[in-house]
């Protein structure tokens, strides 16, 4: 019989499927998992004059890192994405649509970044930006396209 050794690196676990076995990186299971498995190396955040800061090389901590970003382009897209939510407040006013009984139309962007207004007649997913009317949803995107083209990575 042969023995074969395998040295699993801390952040790997052997994993079989069938005869075949592979090395995989360990998923946390919880954000202080998450904090102890992978330090801080380029990563960014927004600061409070909301520049966009990368943040210092070092151990995470699990309370105060909790704003950083995989990259600078996320952190562009989140800074955009809040911006997004604002005005959508400013133009829609207090009109939600989980209380109304009309149709809703939302801005999303397709998996190959095109921006798009979708309809639905019941409120059933919760949809970041959405619109009392179509008209409405063309005359934002018209105005903040740029935000959103910003954004189109969270806009589902």
């Not at 498995?37 to 380029?42: D, I, K, Q």
């Not at 019941?122 to 009317?133: C, E, I, K």
């Not at 409405?136 to 903040?144: P, T, V």
């Amino acid at each position: 019989m042969n023995t074969v050794t395998i040295e699993i690196p801390d952040n790997m676990e052997l994993i079989q499927e069938g005869d075949i076995y592979k090395l995989s990186p360990i998923k946390p299971k919880t954000w202080e998992e998450f904090c102890k498995s992978l330090p801080v190396f380029g990563e960014f955040f927004i600061s409070c004059n909301s520049a966009i800061d990368i943040a210092d090389t070092s151990n995470r901590r699990i309370n105060e890192d909790r704003n950083l970003l995989e990259s600078k382009e996320e952190a562009e897209a989140i800074l955009a994405l809040i911006q997004l939510i604002r005005l959508r407040k400013a133009w829609v006013g207090e009109w939600d649509p989980e209380r109304t009984g009309t149709s809703i139309y939302y801005i999303q962007s397709t998996v190959d970044g095109r921006l798009t207004i979708s309809f639905v007649s019941r409120y059933m997913y919760r949809h970041t930006l959405t619109f009392p009317s179509e008209s409405i949803a063309k005359q934002f995107m018209e105005c903040f396209r740029d935000l959103l083209n910003k954004a189109e990575r969270f806009l589902a």
